[in-house]
């Protein structure tokens, strides 16, 4: 499943790059330069650099590091492993979207020096991936049932706010942090039922 899942989501993800260089990009590219010119606050342009470092790469594999040992430890492998496959089959997802859509960075101020393309927001992608692998865990449906709810919450607040700030800090537009949660969320997905499924597949083997 995993690999026609992957290329569809590939497929999904360059077609959704198309049509946002080719018939929304004016539209967009007026917001991203009213939004540049709104950038007066030093005390917000601090906050948005701070939402930005929590999608940042030390910050995804900090916390893909500790979830997987918690996972572990509590005697989860499933969703030890889940959440490591996320992560990683989410740069690489990225890397053929974004290089097969090629979209330069929005032509304003860059208030972070970015590296790579504009479609789709890695930050974005990547966080998504992570924390909805994190969230669809067993472990949390299990042990954490009452707290969840709050969980996802914060989730979607981080998230949200790691695609204002690739936004305000002139880094991407906003097709493309759309697009980088509406990736990172379905890879999250397609793991989570593979995990699933191979779990229910040997534990029928394993009671023939």
């Known amino acids: 499943m995993p690999p026609a899942a992957f290329i569809a989501l590939a497929a999904c993800g360059i077609a959704l790059g198309w049509l946002a260089v080719h018939a929304v990009q004016p539209i967009e590219l007026g917001f991203m330069q009213w939004l540049a010119s709104h950038r007066s606050l030093a005390g917000l342009t601090f906050v948005m650099h701070r939402l930005s470092d929590l999608a940042g790469q ?60 504009s479609f789709p927001s890695g930050h974005v992608a990547n966080s998504t991936a992570v924390y909805a692998a994190i969230l669809l865990s067993g472990f949390l449906a299990t042990h954490l049932k009452a707290v969840r709810p709050a969980l996802f919450a914060l989730a979607a607040l981080l998230i949200a706010g790691v695609a204002v700030s690739r936004m305000y800090l002139g880094l991407h537009y906003p097709t493309d942090v759309v697009a980088g949660f509406l990736l990172g969320l379905g890879w999250a997905a397609v793991i989570r039922r593979t995990a699933d499924g191979l779990a229910a597949a040997t534990h029928d083997l394993e009671h023939r």
């Open 58 to 117: 030390n910050w995804v594999i900090a916390i893909v590091v500790v979830a997987s040992a918690t996972f572990l430890v509590a005697g989860h492998l499933r969703d030890a492993l889940a959440v490591a496959a996320s992560a990683a089959g989410m740069l690489f997802l990225y890397g053929v979207v974004g290089s097969w859509v090629s979209r330069p960075r929005p032509p304003v101020q860059h208030l972070e020096n970015p590296g790579g393309g």
